[in-house]
């Protein structure tokens, strides 16, 4: 399994962007997919996850009502669609994909239980 992400970029306050992350080799029935990212100086923090037996989707508190976490499973492809970005929202954003709904427990923020990391994709958001 091999995510790779796309549609990082420098915007301004307000801005939108759409992350995408497609992954390659993907076939479980299960998974849960989840966008981290890590600002310079700070720790990964989760941003959205989505587990798709059924389609259950969490946010972290500080983009709820901003972001939204879908996926186009028909071309195995995860997005993150990121309105009103702040400049507090500036980070290397990650796509991590897990086989099984386990990595979706508590909500899918341990890091270590997804499998498989793209490379990131910049976002910079100034203000």
């Known amino acids: 399994v091999h995510p790779v992400e796309s549609g990082g970029g420098s915007v301004q306050t307000g801005w939108s962007l759409r992350l995408s992350c497609a992954v390659y080799?993907?076939?479980?029935?299960?998974?849960?997919m989840g966008w981290f990212r890590q600002a310079p100086g700070k720790e990964r923090e989760g941003v959205a996850t989505?587990?798709?037996?059924?389609?259950?989707?969490h946010y972290a508190d500080s983009v709820k009502g901003r972001f939204t976490i879908s996926q186009d499973t028909a071309k195995n492809t995860l997005y993150l669609q990121m309105n009103s970005l702040k400049p507090e929202d500036t980070a290397m954003y990650y796509c991590?994909?897990?086989?099984?709904?386990?990595?979706?427990?508590?909500?899918?923020?341990?890091?270590?239980?997804?499998?498989?990391w793209g490379q990131g994709t910049q976002v910079t958001v100034s203000s």
């Open positions: 989505i587990y798709n037996g059924p389609d259950i989707t």
């Open positions: 080799g993907y076939t479980y029935a299960e998974y849960c």
């Open positions: 991590a994909a897990g086989y099984s709904k386990a990595s979706c427990s508590g909500g899918g923020w341990n890091g270590p239980r997804y499998n498989a």
